[in-house]
Nanobody
């Protein structure tokens, strides 16, 4: 059973930084792409960033490009989301996600992911 556990959320002032972590277990982590999504109150879940199984390819939503960085440490079975220059509109619950298909890449839609963490709250005050 694949399990994803996020951590690192919190309250930060606009312009600040946070680093989210997602620890994965239950299968060979290094064979699968990973993604981050977020959902604000009253809004649909939206894509934030994704990374290939090797870490060699990364993808970002336009709204976070240049401010957020996704990375992974396959030795630690962990994917990270470094968030800099945070804005109030970044406030949301952030979810880590994993696809069921090994080797898949460039996955930007929530329907392409089969496993989800419980989410971690990020609140950016103005």
């Amino acid at each position: 059973q694949v399990q994803l556990v996020e951590s690192g959320g919190g309250l930060v002032q606009a312009g600040g930084s946070l680093r989210l972590s997602c620890a994965a277990s239950g299968r060979t982590f290094s064979s699968y792409a990973m993604g981050w999504f977020r959902q604000a109150p009253g809004k649909e879940r939206e894509f934030v960033a994704a990374i290939s199984w090797s870490g060699g390819s990364t993808y970002y939503a336009d709204s976070v490009k240049g401010r957020f960085t996704i990375s992974r440490d396959n030795a630690k079975n962990t994917v990270y989301l470094q968030m800099n220059s945070l804005k109030p509109e970044d406030t949301a619950v952030y979810y880590c996600a994993a696809p069921g298909r090994a080797g898949a890449d460039g996955l930007g839609y929530a329907t392409e992911y089969d496993y989800w963490g419980q989410g971690t709250q990020v609140t950016v005050s103005s």
